[in-house]
């Protein structure tokens, strides 16, 4: 099979092919705004084909390459949303960007309060139910203990590895992107409302890190991990580490990191650049891109979703059409791969660098630029914390 490496519909042939505006270098509000649109893009654009295990079944239902937003088919996940439509992943990412743009920063009370007042009474505890079509574990495990159990939202996390938390938190990544202390401590409190397992809070809280320090215009490149761990060593992000630079042994004498609320590792904020690196090596090649889904794997599990996903950010990092069409067309859990792909992309191609199609497919599209742009001025004002 062939399958194009490139965009599928050459630029300057179908009108939207166009991109928003041309903008070489983006200023921090338009990367901020970017990595908004390319997240609820991304997820958006996994509906019609989400969860196919079996790519031949896939390209039998969406053709053998899918270029834009889909229809799901009767009796699949999310059946009876139209193309361009959000599940419930791309829902509560927008609960979360509202109740931040209108609080100007991440305000808990007021992002349960809209999750107690606005989702639950929509949810039944099952799977093929809710806002979307489709609720996942760690929504339904919090759902049970908030609604039927009573308990507060203290008690109401879960142990699911998935990425759940991970996609509605990178509004907070990109909105405290100045300030990489409060970044960590907002999306780290954000995600153990509903999922609670220490390392997949460490790697919701490294991505989240590496998409603020793209909004502020560093690359995914070899380099980016090296400058995670200077923050770590400054005591901004709550990692531990005993290595000194370029992963070196201790030197004698030498303190730990604080330990104060710490993760036991500072692993996650390493891999993204060890997939840049595998990325830009000629000897390494995943060919077509889209394997990439093959090689770290198709299920939800978040260690399988943020290799394939740094891997496409970097090896496509101007080109967002070609990232996110090669992380959606893997099958699996393309969603969440195409969400985070997106996101990453679009913080280092800025609003204008997307596509037009894009955006003028994707439902409330007006609104939800105009609340990414409003965030990215938040996130860029003298106040940014």
Not at 255 to 278: H, I, K, N, Q
Not at 315 to 320: E, K, L, Q
Not at 345 to 372: C, K
Request: proline share 7%; net charge negative.
């Amino acid at each position: 099979m062939v399958v194009p490496v490139a965009h599928a519909v050459p630029p300057g042939i179908h009108p939207f092919s166009r991109r928003m505006s041309a903008s070489p270098s983006p200023s921090l509000q338009e990367r901020a705004a970017g990595a908004i649109m390319g997240a609820l893009i991304g997820e958006a654009l996994g509906v019609g084909p989400h969860w196919y295990y079996d790519l031949a079944e896939q390209r039998r239902d969406h053709g053998e390459w899918i270029t834009d937003y889909t229809t799901p088919k009767p009796g699949r996940y999310h059946a009876g949303l139209k193309a361009g439509q959000p599940s419930q992943a791309g829902i509560i990412t927008t609960l979360l960007l509202r109740s931040t743009v209108e609080k100007g920063g991440y305000d808990e009370a007021d992002f349960c309060r809209r999750l107690d007042e606005e989702l639950f009474p929509l949810l039944d505890g099952t799977p093929a139910q809710g806002p979307g079509g489709y609720t996942s574990q760690s929504i339904r495990e919090t759902w049970r203990r908030r609604v039927l159990e009573k308990k507060p939202w203290s008690e109401t996390a879960g142990n699911a590895d998935t990425t759940e938390a991970l996609e509605r938190a990178l509004v907070l990544g990109v909105r405290h992107a100045r300030t990489p202390a409060r970044l960590a401590a907002s999306v780290s409190a954000n995600c153990v409302l509903t999922q609670n397992d220490e390392a997949i809070v460490a790697m919701t809280t490294a991505f989240c890190c590496v998409l603020g320090q793209l909004v502020n215009g560093e690359k995914l490149d070899a380099d980016l991990s090296d400058k995670l761990m200077a923050l770590v060593k400054k005591g901004d992000l709550p990692f531990h580490a005993v290595t000194s630079g370029k992963l070196q042994p201790p030197k004698a004498g030498a303190a730990d990191a604080p330990r104060a609320g710490s993760f036991s590792s500072p692993d996650a904020l390493l891999t993204p650049s060890y997939m840049a690196e595998a990325a830009a090596d000629p000897e390494v090649r995943i060919e077509p891109a889209w394997k990439v889904s093959i090689v770290y794997g198709m299920p939800c599990a978040m260690y399988h979703q943020l290799p394939a996903a740094y891997y496409l950010a970097a090896r496509f990092r101007d080109d967002f059409e070609s990232a996110v069409l090669h992380a959606l067309n893997g099958g699996g859990q393309n969603q969440s791969r195409c969400m985070l792909t997106g996101a990453l992309v679009g913080a280092q191609v800025g609003l204008a660098g997307i596509p037009l199609r894009f955006i003028q497919g994707l439902e409330n599209a007006e609104e939800l630029v105009a609340l990414a742009r409003k965030l990215g001025e938040q996130a860029t004002g003298s106040n940014a914390t």
